[in-house]
């Protein structure tokens, strides 16, 4: 049962263009999100962040939404660039929670 | 500042062996997390330490793994006897407490084991 849900396990998008990954969550008592970028043979590293009391989070070519009726959470990078190319996931946690659940990943592709 | 280490970076190790795989967590973080990442898929959550405490190992195989984080030293993931179906990347996150300014985790790179 995955509380953290990444439908889409690729995407593929133009230099300088718009990348949306998109994360679905289940668990109402998650409240507060973090996207985590990972290269190949690397560790896998943070990105950015947002909490539930907000519903935008921007940092650079980086901006995160959140709509906590919907229970989504998306990750919007612009422009995009050849080096954005790694797997992103999209990780949550509750307030009473111990550790972050997170979700399968989503290849991103930017293509030059 | 040395961020989440961890070693071996790549560890071969035949059926029935045993494996350890450490992590050191970033200067300043008492809590240590382990992940496991299978071939095309996600992070899976395995087992959430303090010092000389296992706080949450609800996400580890019942047999064969155990982990510790003694009060010195590394956080230690053993595999006793392993088979080839624990071959996988093995993370190592580490955090302050949750209420600290920029709460969130540091990863390791990574210990790739590869069952033979």
């Known amino acids: 049962d995955q509380q953290v849900k990444q439908n889409s396990p690729s995407l593929s998008v133009q230099e300088g263009r718009i990348s949306i990954l998109n994360c679905d969550y289940t668990?109402?008592?998650?409240?507060?999100f973090l996207w985590y970028k990972k290269y190949p043979a690397e560790g896998p590293t943070f990105l950015i962040s947002?909490?539930?009391?907000?519903d935008k989070n921007e940092d650079g070519r980086f901006t995160v939404f959140l709509n906590k009726s919907a229970k989504h959470l998306s990750l919007h990078i612009v422009p995009s660039q050849p080096g954005d190319s790694a797997v992103y996931f999209c990780?949550?946690?509750?307030?009473?929670?111990?550790?972050?659940?997170f979700g399968p990943g989503t290849r991103l592709s930017v293509l030059p | 500042n040395a961020g989440v280490m961890q070693n071996p970076r790549h560890l071969v190790r035949r059926r029935g062996q045993e494996a350890r795989l450490r992590c050191s967590p970033m200067?300043?973080?008492?809590?240590v997390y382990w992940y496991r990442q299978l071939p095309e898929e996600g992070l899976k959550f395995m087992v959430y330490?303090?010092?000389?405490?296992?706080?949450?190992e609800s996400g580890m195989p019942k047999e064969r793994f155990s982990a510790e984080f003694p009060k010195e030293g590394p956080s230690i993931l053993r595999i006793q006897q392993v088979v080839r179906g624990d071959s996988a990347a093995y993370f190592c996150?580490?955090?302050?407490?949750?209420?600290?300014?920029?709460?969130?985790?540091?990863f390791g790179s990574g210990t790739r084991l590869t069952v033979v």
């Open positions: 990780a949550a946690e509750d307030n009473y929670g111990q550790n972050f659940v």
């Open positions: 330490l303090q010092k000389e405490n296992i706080i949450d």
């Open positions: 200067k300043g973080h008492s809590h």
């Open positions: 996150a580490s955090s302050p407490p949750r209420d600290s300014l920029g709460y969130g985790y540091t």
């Open positions: 947002i909490s539930s009391i907000k």
């Open positions: 668990n109402s008592m998650f409240d507060y």
